[in-house]
Every structure is written in structure tokens, then in C-alpha cells.
């Protein structure tokens, strides 16, 4: 069966841009979630949703980033006014339920020139 | 502050060989500890461990949640060039987020 996906894979967009980065999750999937991975760290947890609403939003830096997730399935990641250090990796996974495991996307790599 | 903290942070090793990871952790409301797999960006799923399943093995994979330690092992046999990655280790927290440990790059070389 078909995977979490992420586009675009790839992302390079100039200091003060926006951007829209997507997450589709498995079919069936309750829970979602966004995770930022810096190179040589861990993944770090950004926002999650149960359904439709957010049921966790205490990892996103500052109020640059938002996400939504209108139809409890696919969910948008958008940064405002893009800086250098919002360069990294943007994963999004999902879960069967909260509290199961988390099956990972490919990823977006975003690189703020 | 919760922290999930991994060791070694890289390792180099030749095939055949058993290597033996560990992830150490200090998280409130501690729900389950996941190992991943991360070659590339996506990290695979290899394992979930919770107080009622504090073993799993998975072929020449294997990994031990030792809750009085609040440690975990993983613990690979027969090492195959494939093998190399980055093995994450993670601490779910109330059923919400992941903590994430930095991760062991492990090498096999042939």
C-alpha cells in the first residue's frame, strides 16, 4: 500500500519567501504529525493533529510557522517570511491512532538561500 | 527536560560482526520507546517497545526496553552492508509527540 508522501522533495527558496510544504499520510490515519530534522540531529517534533484540529502545537518555533489539516487527511506546513535557519529537513509522519507507532515520509528539504 | 540520549554516536564495523547500540532516556509520562532506521531522509520503523512488550526480534534485529535502567538496546547480529544507516531512537510521550535521541551512524564495512 501506498506510503506517507511529501512534496515538493526538494525546496529552495530565497530569505523572506513563503512557503507551502505538503504531507499526504497513509489512508486511514487519524494522527499526523510534522518534525524538523537538522543535519547531524534527531528529528524534532514541530505540531501534531488529531483529525482535523490541532491537538499540539508547542514545537513550532514562533508564529512564522502554521499548519492545517482541513479534511483530517492531507495537511500543509506553511512558513512565513522563510529565514536561513529554516533550512533542514521537514518530515511528516502518521499513525493509525495517537500513541501508535509513526510511519515516516520521504521528506522535504528546505533550503533558504 | 526530557532528553533521549544515544550511544555511540557513530560506529564503524566489519561484516559478519554483532554490534549493540543503546538509547538512554529521562521523559515524563514515559508511553513507549520506537527504534528507527533512517537511510537517506525517510526513517523506517523497526520496533515498538512498551511496558507490556519489552522485547521484540525482527531476523538478525533485536531490541530490549529495560524500564528500571530507562534504557533500551538494539541489538544487530551478522552484520550486512545494508545495515549501514543511521539507527534513531525515540521515547513517545503521552501518546503525542516523539523525543528523538541524535542517533547512531553505523557503518559496515565489507
Known amino acids: 500500500g501506498a506510503g506517507v508522501s511529501q512534496t515538493p522533495s526538494n525546496k529552495v527558496t530565497e530569505k523572506g519567501k513563503y512557503v507551502e510544504l505538503r504531507c499526504d499520510p497513509i489512508?486511514?490515519?487519524?494522527?499526523l504529525y510534522w518534525y524538523r530534522q537538522s543535519l547531524g540531529q534527531g528529528p524534532e517534533f514541530l505540531i501534531y493533529f488529531q483529525g482535523t484540529g490541532a491537538a499540539d502545537d508547542s514545537g513550532l518555533p514562533n508564529d512564522r510557522f502554521f499548519a492545517v489539516r482541513p479534511e483530517g487527511s492531507v495537511s500543509t506546513l506553511k512558513i512565513q517570511r522563510t529565514e536561513r535557519g529554516d533550512s533542514a529537513v521537514y518530515l511528516c509522519a502518521s499513525s493509525p491512532k495517537v500513541g501508535g507507532e509513526q510511519y515516516f515520509g520521504p521528506g522535504t528539504r528546505l533550503t533558504v538561500t | 527536560e526530557d532528553k533521549v540520549v544515544q550511544s555511540p554516536l557513530s560506529l564503524v564495523v566489519h561484516e559478519g560482526d554483532t554490534v549493540t547500540l543503546n538509547c538512554s532516556y529521562e521523559v515524563t509520562n514515559f508511553r513507549s520507546l520506537l527504534w528507527y532506521k533512517q537511510e537517506k531522509k525517510a526513517p523506517t520503523f523497526l520496533f515498538m517497545l512498551?511496558?507490556?512488550?519489552i522485547e521484540k526480534k525482527s531476523g538478525r534485529l533485536s531490541s530490549i526496553l529495560d524500564k528500571k535502567e530507562l534504557s533500551s538496546i538494539l541489538n544487530i547480529t551478522a552484520t550486512q552492508t545494508g545495515d549501514s544507516a543511521i539507527y534513531l531512537c525515540?521515547?513517545?510521550?503521552?501518546?503525542?509527540?516523539?523525543?528523538f535521541g541524535k542517533g547512531t551512524t553505523l557503518s559496515v564495512s565489507s
Open positions: 512498551t511496558s507490556s512488550g
Open positions: 525515540a521515547v513517545d510521550q503521552a501518546g503525542t509527540a516523539l523525543i
Open positions: 489512508s486511514g490515519h487519524t494522527a
